[in-house]
């Protein structure tokens, strides 16, 4: 659960709202002026999205060596070549959901 919050009033309920989070999992938006500045969530909330960073500068990783790979080919035929590789796909599946039928 997301909950949102004035900058004042979590400041107010501080020990509660730290309570909160870490009891209920409870994710805290605090606003200032009507705008979103910090957000308060668990450690637990902390540590998955820190995994999910790593993995995302992995992935990103790939796709820089993959494009690394391909800095010489013009755009027009990269775009080319994936259109055919996903009809090609398509088309495999389709006939092998076919022959279940």
Avoid: Y
Wanted: without cysteine; positive net charge.
């Amino acid at each position: 659960m997301t909950q949102v919050m004035k900058a004042s009033e979590a400041r107010q309920q501080w020990s509660q709202l730290l309570n909160k989070v870490f009891r209920d999992q409870t994710r805290v938006i605090v606003e200032k002026s009507g705008i979103p500045v910090a957000a308060v969530i668990s450690a637990e909330d902390l540590e998955r999205l820190k995994r999910l960073e790593e993995q995302r500068a992995q992935h990103f990783k790939v796709l820089n060596r993959i494009g690394e790979a391909f800095k010489d080919v013009p755009e027009e035929e990269i775009d080319h070549e994936v259109v055919r590789a996903v009809s090609e796909v398509r088309i495999k599946r389709r006939a092998k959901l076919g022959k279940r039928s």
